[in-house]
């Protein structure tokens, strides 16, 4: 082959490759814009300290202000039978990342929440609200992109809610987790009855590489009814023992907690 025709030959075939990342590019950001993210941020107070202030805050000005920007619903959350907890849980979805990132700026911009927020807002640095708050930030499964409510949840009847947190020894044993649940865990923990409410990837947050997901159920008897369903069930056993998916493979810890929603929670 001639040198003038090689380097033709060259340059069409980047100029390809080129192309062809560039479209799996727009194809990942594609898929990405379906998908929901979700701030899970838990407010800790000291052991026995009243959470009335930061719990005013919450239902008075910042579900409805979130709401306003279109972030909705919003749960709060405290530990179920847990009366004296030093922990409360929020979970509040967004529909772009760019929502998540001009969401401090448009509340701070916005005249209700400042005036329904002043107190909580301007609250003396020897008195404060709590200890302190922290935020992990996920992003949806593309198996469920987006944050579902519980049938129930019209209702208002009393629920329960499981928070349930899946590390892994590694970063592509995290993601393949992420594929089990996209490639059939999703579906039977549905058909079930577990009621899922959403799976998220954490980006950032404490003790990744992990998986963060949250399940519904009306009282504790029959979650648990609804968890020895899906134990025995005949897909989920086939898919939990495939080469790849098997929980030594790609799960190195679980963490859970069962939390019911405040009166305020809109979750």
Partial sequence: MRRRDFLKTSIATTSLVGLSQVAEVANAADALADRQYYELRTYTFKPGASHQLVEDYLSQAALPALNRIGSSPVGVFTELNKPDSDALYVLIPYNSLAAFATAAT?????????KAAANYLNVPPADPAYVRMESSLLVAFSGMPRLQLPATNAEKKPRLFELRTYESHSERAALKKIEMF??????????VGLS????GQMLIGPRMPNLTYMLSGDDMAAHKKHWGAFGGDAEWKKLS???GYRDPEIVSKITNKFLSPTPYSQI
């Fill in 196 to 199: 899922p409410v959403f799976y």
């Fill in 182 to 191: 996209n490639n059939g865990e999703i579906d039977i923990m549905r058909r």
């Fill in 106 to 114: 448009q509340l701070m911009a916005d005249a209700d929440y400042q």
């Fill in 241 to 243: 023992t495939t080469p």
